[in-house]
Structures are given as C-alpha cells and as structure tokens.
T-cell receptor, first 112, second 116 residues
Framework: QKEVEQDPGPLSVPEGAIVSLNCTYS??????FMWYRQYSRKGPELLMY????GNKEDGRFTAQVDKSSKYISLFIRDSQPSDSATYLC????????????FGKGITLSVRP | NAGVTQTPKFQVLKTGQSMTLQCAQD?????MSWYRQDPGMGLRLIHY???????DQGEVPNGYNVSRSTTEDFPLRLLSAAPSQTSVYFC???????????????FGPGTRLTVL
C-alpha cells in the first residue's frame, strides 16, 4: 500500500460547483499536510498546508485533515475555469530532513 | 529572484547516452531535491541534498547521480539513459526540509526527457 493514496480522477465539473478532492494516508507519523496545484506543463506550487488535524480556509479553498481516519480533503467553492489543474496532496513528518510524500494527483477540469 | 531554474526544457536522448540536467536556485535554500513525474505515478523523489557537499538517495535513485558543490546548484546526471527514464523531471528547493511553513518547496518548470 502506498503511503498516500489519492482518487485517480479525472474530474470534470461545471463552473460554480463545489469541488471535493480527497486523499488517504497510512502513516500516523505524518503531521504536515499540503495541497499543491500544478498547471499544465508547469511545476507544482504550494496551495495550502495544515499542521495536524483541523480546517484551514483561504478564500475559496478549504483544507481539512482528519487524523483519526487519516483523511485529507481540499474543498473548492464557486469553482472557476482558472482552477483547472492537477491537484496533488502531500504529507511529511516533523523533524529535520523530513521528505514529502506525494499522492498521484487528480486532474480537475472546470467547464465554463 | 529567478526562483528555481532548470535547463534544458526538453531533451531527446538515445539509449546509452549520458547527460546532465541543470538546476539552480537563487533563494539561498539549503534543501534541494530532484523528482520525476510519470503518468499515474505522481512525483517520486530521486535524490536530495540538505546542503552543499551532502546528498542522499530518495525513492528511485538507480541510474542517476547527483552532487552539490555549491548552495545554488544541484545537477542530476543520467549515466546511461534508458527508455524507462523517459519522464518529466522537476527540481525543487526549500529553506530547510519537511512540511513546515519555512519548508515550502519551490519547484522549477521541469525538463521533459525522452529516451529512444
């Protein structure tokens, strides 16, 4: 079992829809949880991060972590065509030299 | 700041050829890493470095070499290219390592490599 599993997609939604992207992880030592966004033919860029459990909101984006079920979610409200991209979840332990473990990524398309 | 730069953007090699993918950052970051991204596989760590003179293997190191003689540069060498190394390669850097806010990884634009 990979340490981080992500819904494979792809996902296509109409503009204005609420999007839910999800990952599960297996290692309880992970404390940091991140979402990266990658536009076509570009490098990934950090979208949001959370530490331990809880929610974090940034504009139309909400990141949610449930450590009891080892579940990571990213919600996008009022989705826009500019949100069309690949979204990768990533996790890391605390401590020096901790490496990121990425999910496979899910490609989202928001139709005008 | 130019951020993380990678050259070349595209490269086609024949099986058995060697080449070096270049990566440079101007943010004085200690931690640098190389990933490959393949369809359905996500990002996989090849090698990483926690500072000049220090490198270590990641998840998929076979067939690749790295060195870190300066803080700014972290080249990735393919010793004898194989079709299985056809991929998109990303270099990334961060102030330290891990997932804390100070450790945000900044990715370069990638190098698309095809090995025939």
């Amino acid at each position: 079992q990979k340490e981080v599993e992500q819904d494979p997609g792809p996902l296509s939604v109409p503009e204005g829809a609420i999007v839910s992207l999800n990952c599960t992880y297996s290692n309880s030592a992970f404390q940091y949880f991140m979402w990266y966004r990658q536009y076509s033919r570009k490098g990934p860029e950090l979208l949001m991060y959370t530490y331990s459990s809880g929610n974090k909101e940034d504009g139309r984006f909400t990141a949610q972590v449930d450590k009891s079920s080892k579940y990571i979610s990213l919600f996008i409200r009022d989705s826009q065509p500019s949100d069309s991209a690949t979204y990768l979840c990533a996790t890391a332990r605390t401590g020096a030299n901790s490496k990121l473990t990425f999910g496979k990524g899910i490609t989202l398309s928001v139709r005008p | 700041n130019a951020g993380v730069t990678q050259t070349p953007k595209f490269q086609v090699l024949k099986t058995g050829q060697s080449m070096t993918l270049q990566c440079a950052q101007d943010m004085n970051h200690e931690y640098m890493s190389w990933y490959r991204q393949d369809p359905g596989m996500g990002l996989r760590l090849i090698h990483y470095s926690v500072g000049a003179g220090i490198t270590d293997q990641g998840e998929v190191p076979n067939g690749y070499n790295v060195s870190r003689s300066t803080t700014e540069d972290f080249p990735l060498r393919l010793l004898s290219a194989a079709p299985s190394q056809t991929s998109v390669y990303f270099c990334a850097s961060s102030l330290t390592s891990g997932g804390a806010p100070l450790d945000t990884q900044y990715f370069g634009p990638g190098t698309r490599l095809t090995v025939l």
